[in-house]
């Protein structure tokens, strides 16, 4: 079954704020990261389970899966996955707010 994927405002913003980090020293390397980014979001409609549930948040009905330095971190919704937020693997996560 294939999955349709749907994006947050949030996730947008994301991609938004990491492409400008990025371009700030190369436009090119942050178009690459941003598709990086973008194609593996897109590979949850084949395979949504591929990603793991969140370590910080075990008792959430959030996954993630890696995008080089990034995590996509999505939650399934019948037949569509949606793309909560990406952040750099770094970056600490705080509980979502309901």
Do not use: C
């Amino acid at each position: 079954m294939v999955h349709k994927i749907k994006w947050t405002i949030r996730a947008l913003n994301d991609l938004h704020e990491i492409y400008s980090f990025i371009a700030k020293d190369s436009r090119r390397y942050a178009q690459i990261q941003i598709e990086t980014i973008q194609n593996t979001a897109s590979n949850l409609a084949n395979f949504p389970l591929i990603g793991h549930s969140v370590p910080e948040f075990p008792h959430l009905p959030y996954r993630e899966t890696l995008a080089g330095n990034y995590r996509i971190l999505y939650r399934l919704e019948k037949n569509i996955v949606i793309i909560m937020s990406v952040v750099h693997g770094r970056r600490l996560l705080k509980e979502p707010s309901s």
